[in-house]
Nanobody, 124 residues
Framework: HLVESGGRVVQAGGSLRLSCAAS????????MGWFRQAPGKEREFVAA????????WYEDSVKGRFTISRDDAKNTVYLQMNYLKPEDTGVYYC???????????????????WGQGTQVTVSS
């Protein structure tokens, strides 16, 4: 069970930190990803991190602005978002992929578990 939090309305240029907390199972053996979905659009990749936290990937438009991290002691994954833009608006979902690989999927299909999402709205 994954629960996202931290989404809210923020002005362009501002920052947010999203959290994804797990209950009922440890995330330590899961690769984790953040995806977002804007109205009328498909769910798109934002960032992902390997199960050991060594490797991370980002969608090109968020590179240098967003940082994904994980704290397995707290069973939580974070997405720090800086210099937010109106085009970052959407529902942000975290996903867990049972994977011990050094590669993390950047499409939704391989993910085993999803949270319910948290709304991020960036006003111009």
């Amino acid at each position: 069970h994954l629960v996202e939090s931290g989404g809210r309305v923020v002005q362009a240029g501002g920052s947010l930190r999203l959290s994804c907390a797990a209950s009922g199972r440890s995330l330590s053996n899961f690769a984790m990803g953040w995806f977002r979905q804007a109205p009328g659009k498909e769910r798109e990749f934002v960032a992902a991190i390997t199960w050991h936290g060594i490797n991370a990937w980002y969608e090109d438009s968020v590179k240098g602005r967003f940082t994904i991290s994980r704290d397995d002691a707290k069973n939580t994954v974070y997405l720090q978002m800086n210099y937010l833009k109106p085009e970052d608006t959407g529902v942000y979902y975290c996903g867990a992929e049972a994977s011990s690989s050094d590669y993390v999927a950047r499409v939704p299909a391989p993910y085993d578990y999803w949270g319910q999402g948290t709304q991020v709205t960036v006003s111009s």
